[in-house]
């Protein structure tokens, strides 16, 4: 060959590969979508990122001197409601995978029943609620009340994001502490009725603390605005609950599921196996039990003893992942409704496909928000493990920490969903397998938008 076939060749050559270059498909990593967060350094001068629907998101590299007050237009309290509903009815086809109510399992049919049971939430204002007091949006499951409070902070966020938190807090009904609960359905009329003595009550509830305390609220305040349900550890006790079964208190709406008949066990097990997600190990338990016999020896009144000696039975048997004070901890509740909430994330994203890269980040904006933080941004591997020292020391564990780490949220769970990675356009990564186990994959079409709401079995709240 000669220069000149050399050189057309060449041209040709590089003019094939050129598009190709162009149109490359990024990697479903935090890292590759946010081209190393150069997205929000690209817009240093602007504080909050917008959609074309008028939501907006912080930018957590905004380099300006103050930082302007966030564009006025908010959504409307209706678009809440809205993207609520759309967030429950979704979780509930993943559960259900497309079967009816009554060919569901018995545990299937609990966590249809504790979603389906979640119908109402209250927009909690930051001058009322801690959790609602940061600038960032934020959401919490209630379980004593089984509800939900979804801050003002919202009302600003991208739909896809909210959609995504709302089922992350809904999923929490169902994760893997909760799901071990049952759900009980208050007699409103006989709480009402409780002598207000506690020494009528029987013995069972008058000799365990827990329940001594749950119940005594409730005769207080039996009705909540939100819900008549309730979902908490103090009720669980089996001798408990069956004397207030039998009392007529209360009712089991949803039967518990315990640990190892959880349907969702292969995503779990899937989930601890990620490097990085905390899980309590059994050197934990046995420092646990240590550390409580030592408390119980060093003499405590017999009441307490008798919380304390449960407590230990209850997190050594089964409970190992609902530890979130103590020195063993554990992030699988927070990984698991993350995994819920790709889930339902996806099928959002299936049915309205973001347009531009802008609107692409606002669905993994939350953990972007983190991830791309100044501090963050030298950070090698980003890391919300505590340190072992401190664990050491017995300090509590921070809230922050029960959450696995951003970029661990992001790459290992919520860009694992097929649907997710259709919509951003991006190639899958080989170890994004951990949703794949967990409800309905592949295509949703519109008419399904709503098909939850003539499915299954229908509970009054
Ligand atoms: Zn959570």
């Known amino acids: 060959m000669n220069v000149a076939t050399h050189l057309w060749m060449f041209l040709l050559l590089t003019a094939l590969l050129l598009p190709l270059r162009g149109t490359a498909q990024p990697l479903c990593s935090t890292a590759e979508l946010s081209r190393n967060c150069d997205f929000f350094k690209e817009k240093k001068s602007e504080a909050y990122i917008s959609l074309e629907d008028g939501s907006y998101f912080t930018n957590p590299l905004f380099e300006g001197t103050s930082k302007p007050t966030p564009p006025a237009k908010r959504l409307p309290r209706e678009r809440i409601d809205e993207l609520f509903r759309f967030a429950r009815e979704n979780l509930l086809e993943e559960i259900a995978k497309g079967r009816s109510y009554q060919s569901l399992t018995a545990d299937e049919k609990s966590q249809f029943r504790k979603i389906e049971t979640l119908t109402k939430f209250k927009l909690g204002k930051s001058s009322e609620h801690d959790s609602c007091k940061s600038d ?140 990085g997600i905390r899980e309590v190990s059994n050197q934990d338990i046995a420092d646990l039990a240590r550390q409580y016999t030592d408390t119980v020896d060093n003499g405590m009144k017999p009441v307490d003893r008798y919380a304390i000696d449960s407590a230990v039975r209850k997190n050594m048997r089964d409970y190992q992942q609902c530890m979130p004070s103590f020195k063993g901890f554990s992030q699988m509740q927070e990984a698991m409704s993350n995994a819920w909430a790709a889930k339902v994330l996806g099928r959002w994203l299936a049915l309205h496909p973001p347009k531009n890269e802008t609107e692409k980040l606002a669905a993994i904006s939350l953990e972007l928000r983190e991830i791309c933080t100044p501090e963050k941004l030298g950070a090698k591997a980003a890391t919300n493990l505590v340190k072992p020292a401190r664990i050491a020391a017995g300090e509590a564990v921070r809230n922050s920490e029960i959450h696995p780490a951003g970029r661990i949220t992001n790459d290992s769970i919520t860009l694992s969903d097929p649907r997710i990675q259709n919509a951003l356009q991006c190639k899958p990564m080989p170890n994004q397998t951990c949703t794949r186990s967990l409800g309905t994959l592949g295509p949703i079409n519109k008419t399904e938008e709503t098909s939850a709401s003539s499915a299954p079995k229908k509970i009054t709240n």
């Open 136 to 275: 960032g949006p934020n959401a919490s499951y209630v379980p004593s009340d089984h509800t939900m409070i979804i801050c003002e902070s919202f009302l600003n966020e991208p739909s896809s994001l909210i959609v995504q938190t709302l089922a992350h807090e809904l999923a929490h009904a169902i994760d893997p502490c909760h799901q071990r609960l049952p759900l009980l359905k208050k007699n409103i009329a006989k709480l009402l009725a409780l002598p207000k003595s506690e020494d009528e009550w029987p013995d069972e509830i008058r000799k365990n603390p827990d329940s001594r305390r749950t119940l005594s609220r409730l005769r207080a305040q039996p009705a909540h605005e939100y819900s008549n349900f309730t979902n908490v550890t103090s009720l669980e006790n089996p001798k408990v609950l069956e004397e207030l079964e039998k009392q007529g208190w209360f009712e089991v709406a949803a039967p518990p599921v315990p640990a190892n008949r959880n349907p969702n066990l292969a995503t779990y097990n899937c989930l601890k196996a990620i490097p």
